[in-house]
């Protein structure tokens, strides 16, 4: 049976989204330690975070910064081209850089991150091959699994972007909470279009404590159930 033209690029079509669907549904099980250690990271942070990125990673890097700012963590694009004619010198000690390269080799932003380390600025690299020029210059390496499929041809970056851009997302909501950034101060930095117009505030989302705040709050249980251990321990052996 022949299938029509309409109906094969319809199928065609749906069968695109599924697959990109499934590559950004997946890294919600590659969150782990290296997505920890950047939140902490950024949210040490005492100057700005620069996101670069060339090409489609350049508009997910575009994309990346302005979401960190609309969540309240200060954050800027740079282009890494314009980086190498001088905007570099806006990124100095204190600062982050976040480097998105899917396979590693962009020549104008591995000579970004090089520079920049010499600057004392910790560089966080988004990339599926830790092994590439760029993965080798990242005191943060985070791996994205690289699926081919989710790729045409496994060489237009389609889906690959889109489980980057979600992967920023979930640190920018997870530092917005982990901040206790509200509502009013978004929608203070947001006046324009129907956000702007917004006059009931959505409610608060819950905090997130530090890592380490965590671990020094288990222990503190830890040793709190320790004491009462020994002194009901105390109580018996006195009775």
């Not at 890294?27 to 950024?42: I, K, P, S, W």
């Not at 129907?194 to 222990?219: H, N």
């Amino acid at each position: 049976m022949t299938v029509d033209a309409p109906v094969e690029a319809l199928l065609a079509g749906q069968a695109a989204i599924r697959r990109e669907a499934a590559g950004v549904l997946a890294v919600a099980d590659q969150l782990g330690e290296t997505f920890l250690r950047a939140v902490d990271l950024l949210a040490d942070c005492t100057g700005k975070v620069f996101v670069s990125g060339s090409g489609t990673s350049g508009s997910v890097a575009r994309r990346m910064a302005h979401l960190l700012s609309v969540c309240g963590t200060p954050a800027l694009y740079m282009s890494p081209m314009d980086a190498l004619h001088g905007s570099m010198g806006a990124i100095v000690a204190g600062d982050v850089l976040i480097a998105i390269s899917h396979g590693g080799e962009t020549a104008e932003l591995s000579d970004l991150a090089e520079r920049v380390r010499r600057r004392d600025v910790p560089i966080v690299v988004l990339t599926s091959a830790p092994e590439s020029t760029l993965g080798r210059l990242a005191d943060l390496a985070v791996v994205l699994a690289d699926d081919e499929r989710v790729d045409p041809g496994g060489v237009i970056a389609m889906g690959s972007t889109l489980a980057v851009s979600v992967w920023g997302d979930a640190l920018a909501y997870v530092l917005m909470r982990r901040r206790g950034y509200g509502w009013d101060q978004v929608l203070e930095t947001h006046p324009a279009g129907a956000v702007g117009k917004i006059t009931e505030l959505p409610a608060a989302l819950p905090g997130l404590v530090a890592s380490d705040d965590a671990s020094d709050d288990a222990s503190d249980d830890a040793s709190d159930d320790a004491s009462d251990d020994a002194s009901d321990d105390a109580d018996v052996a006195g009775s």
